[in-house]
């Protein structure tokens, strides 16, 4: 028996005051996540099927990198998904001055580029 996640994770029961359900993507280890391999969309939109049968009315993913999917899981399903911290890119860039940076602490620099994070503007993704 896996032990249970520490207080505050997204995975401990008492983190929320709803019930959360839990759905592993099949084969979708770091080796092939974290560089983003395109064969594991199908995967992740049938776990976000599942999800949502099983009741969930958002879905969240817990690696930042999942962010490449998420256009296909937020088109297959319809409650809100948001797959990826890194969404939050873009908004939080808007909320600081211009002068400010924003960091973003990842697992692997080298797939984590700025093709992640969804900002236009040459200037805000030297931020």
């Known amino acids: 028996m896996a032990p249970t996640p520490r207080p505050g994770s997204v995975f401990n029961p008492a983190t929320f005051d709803f019930p959360i359900i839990t759905e592993t993507v099949p084969e979708a280890w ?14 992740y939109i049938a776990a976000a099927r599942r999800l949502v049968e ?13 962010i490449r999917y998420q256009a296909a899981v937020a088109s297959s399903v319809k409650v809100p998904v ?3 911290s890194l969404l939050l890119v873009p908004m939080l ?3 600081l001055p211009a002068t400010a940076k924003l960091a973003v602490l990842t697992a692997d620099s080298t797939h984590c580029g700025e093709d992640l994070l969804d ?3 040459p200037a805000e993704g030297q931020r």
């Open 119 to 121: 900002v236009d503007d």
């Open 54 to 66: 099983r009741g969930a009315v958002a879905i969240s993913g817990d690696c930042g990198f999942t």
């Open 30 to 43: 770091a080796d092939r996540v974290i560089p983003g391999d395109p064969a594991l969309e199908p995967a």
């Open 82 to 84: 948001a797959m990826s």
């Open 93 to 95: 860039l808007r909320q």
